[in-house]
């Protein structure tokens, strides 16, 4: 890889394909894989990322929103893709796209029905999903006569498959509440399947929940992390490689003396005379304020620089006063080695948050 000249977050689609290939060899072979790719593939770029996928042969996508499941089909994306929260004033150009909606209430079930029958649909393909314990989105276990009689008399929808989804499946301490969901998620697919006339694949588990509870697979299981690097354990995170680094440079070098201010708001001062860089990457690039004033820290020449005073719009600054280092400069915000799980953590957040915030406006260089 050549220096690093601006912020850039270099993606590397050779550990995307490892991790896919981990996930895979944690499956019967018959174990479909649908990948989640929304979120801009949480961060990363979700044309380059499911074209990708799309090649190694994943089975499905999955998104949150309509206009993500748009983007990917204007994009040549032709795999089924499953739309997570979709919205009834969207219910038309997910049909135009041959989008799949999850459809998790009754007016979401009636009003979807409405769209596709006046468009003239048949057998129009549709999730249903169910609350297990998450008690977020999803039917009760109690509705499952009532959505069968209605998509059984129903010939413009067809139930492809229903689901779930784990709330806690990454952490071991609250195994018995995920065995308590996988077993009611287990009761429902029974219940369904003995009044439904169609013949739905059933899917449950997160990355956690592939990789900690394989009795839990069914017929697909969904990836959201894992395939971008994370396993949210350390001993799953040393079988998964993070697949994008956020790199910089420092832009200037400043030395200031004892009582000197720093940045907005005079956030740092200085105790003793410091050299600090500035670096252009902030708050408008998913740095976000709360990684300020020694929360976080990033790396010159392999060694740590505390971001210090408050992270500015396009901007932060770090201390360098013990490192030997230039204008000019590649600054690590997290990589492979300095993870964004361990950026995130200094600041008492996910790597979910700092790599999804990712802004759309930082170079992306893709590596295959």
Known sequence: MSKTQETTLEIDLSKLKHNFEFIKSNLHDDTKVLAVVKAFAYGSDSEIIAHYLQELDIAYFAVAYVSEGI??????????????????????????????????????????????????????????????????????????????NITNTCSTIKVTSIFSHLAASEDLNEREFTVQQIECFKAIKIAFEAKSTSKPFAHLTNTSGILNYPEAHFDMVRTGIGLYGFGNSVIHNKNLKPIAALKSIISQIHTI????????????????????????IGHADGISRQYGNGKACVFINNQKAPIIGNVCMDMIMVDITTIDCNEGDEVIIYDGQHTASDFAISAKTISYEIITATSKRIKRDIHR
């Open 257 to 280: 003396q004892e009582g000197e201010n720093l940045g907005y708001n005079m956030a740092f001062t200085a105790k003793e005379t410091t050299k600090t860089a500035t670096i252009p």
């Open 71 to 148: 983007q990917l089909r204007k994009a040549g994306i032709h795999k089924p893709i499953l739309v997570l929260h979709p919205q009834p004033v969207n219910f038309k150009a997910l049909i135009e796209y041959r989008l799949e909606p999850n459809l998790y209430n009754f007016r979401v079930l009636n009003e979807f029905i409405a769209v596709a029958t006046d468009l003239k649909q048949t057998e129009y393909p549709i999730h249903i999903k169910f609350n297990t314990g998450l008690n977020r989105l999803g039917f009760n276990a109690d509705a499952v006569n009532t959505i069968t």
